[in-house]
């Protein structure tokens, strides 16, 4: 069963919303990006790098380990 209300435009204006508000921090935007690797993962929606873009630098080593199942040798900027 597929969700027509969920794609690309939409998760766009959601995660736009949520980050103009005054909470929104790092722990916020990894749970974003658990949530697009996940939509991407399960074939969800299509790749889209401007999604990314969107959200703040954080846990960039952490997304690599997990991408790639052990620690890798990425140093965080």
């Known amino acids: 069963m597929k969700n027509e209300n ?3 435009e939409n998760i766009k204006i959601m995660l736009k919303k949520q980050m ?11 749970f974003w990006q ?3 690797f996940a939509l991407l993962e399960f ?10 873009t ?3 630098q954080v846990g960039d ?12 040798d990425i140093e965080p900027d």
């Open 61 to 72: 080593k952490e997304c690599y380990d997990f991408l790639l199942g052990e620690p890798s």
């Open 54 to 56: 969107l959200l703040p």
């Open 43 to 52: 074939s969800i929606i299509e790749g889209d790098s401007e999604l990314y």
């Open 6 to 8: 969920l794609n690309v």
């Open 20 to 30: 103009e508000r005054d909470d929104f921090c790092d722990d916020v935007a990894l």
């Open 34 to 36: 658990g949530y697009l």
